[in-house]
């Protein structure tokens, strides 16, 4: 069974620029979660979708956003891009959602690694 | 939102046990506790998770406190292939995930 795919791995940016990244979860499953991960703040949880509703939000701004296709795959956009965005980026997918029983187990992708200039 | 705390790190001898610890002092009665761990240049891997018993799998046993505002992850014979950043997590009954700062384990050969 393939795993979580995010592309792309590496990116690099400007500040003012538009970047969007793409999620393609385990098959069947229909949870796809995304967050930040930096030296500084640790794991922070961005979002998530479910059957292509974003169900919670975690606190970051309205300059982060993201969608889910009808095959789960998940996009996330950061538009403006500040220089404090730099940071891997990493979705999850699972077959519940988030919070919602036991079954919940996260299975990571290995990140987008996002630099801006 | 609830927090959890952890050490920094943990060293500790091939072979030997380790002993993870993580407060959790707001949880509420319908959060679940998860333990990933982040090996260099990968993605967050499942440990284990419980609620209120303590569990064991393959991987590791979760021991977690009567009152719940801790628990323990337990490696019960570290190899250097645990070396790695274990997370507490807990999975609050809002639909979010509360990460902590992590323990980065270290195992000597």
């Known amino acids: 069974k393939a795993g979580v795919t995010q592309t792309p791995r590496y990116l690099i940016k400007t500040r003012g620029q538009q970047v969007t990244l793409s999620c393609s979860p385990i098959?069947?499953?229909?949870?796809v979660s995304w967050y930040q991960q930096t030296p500084g703040q640790g794991l922070q949880f961005l979002f998530e979708?479910?059957?292509?509703?974003?169900?919670n939000k975690g606190n970051f701004p309205g300059r982060f956003s993201g969608r889910q296709f009808s095959n789960s795959r998940s996009e996330m956009n950061v538009s403006t891009l500040e220089l404090g965005d730099s940071a891997l980026y990493l979705c999850?997918?699972?077959?519940?959602?988030?919070?919602?029983?036991?079954?919940?187990?996260?299975?990571f992708g290995s990140g987008t690694q996002l630099s801006v200039l | 939102d609830a927090k959890t705390t952890q050490p920094n790190s943990m060293e500790s001898n091939e072979e030997e046990p380790v002993h993870l610890p993580c407060n959790h002092s707001?949880?509420?009665?319908?959060?679940?506790i998860h333990w990933y761990r982040q090996l260099p240049s990968q993605g967050p891997e499942y440990v284990i998770h419980?609620?209120?018993s303590n569990v064991n799998n393959r991987m590791a046993s979760l021991a977690i406190a009567e009152d719940r505002k801790s628990s323990t992850l337990i490696l019960h014979r570290a190899t250097l292939r645990d070396a790695a950043v274990y997370y507490c997590?807990?999975?609050?009954?809002?639909?979010?995930?509360?990460f902590g700062a992590g323990t980065t384990v270290t195992v000597r050969a």
């Open positions: 999850a997918s699972s077959l519940v959602q988030v919070g919602s029983s036991t079954n919940e187990k996260l299975f």
């Open positions: 098959s069947g499953h229909r949870s």
């Open positions: 979708y479910f059957s292509e509703t974003q169900r």
């Open positions: 707001t949880i509420s009665g319908t959060d679940y």
């Open positions: 419980g609620l209120t």
């Open positions: 997590i807990l999975s609050t009954n809002d639909y979010k995930l509360s």
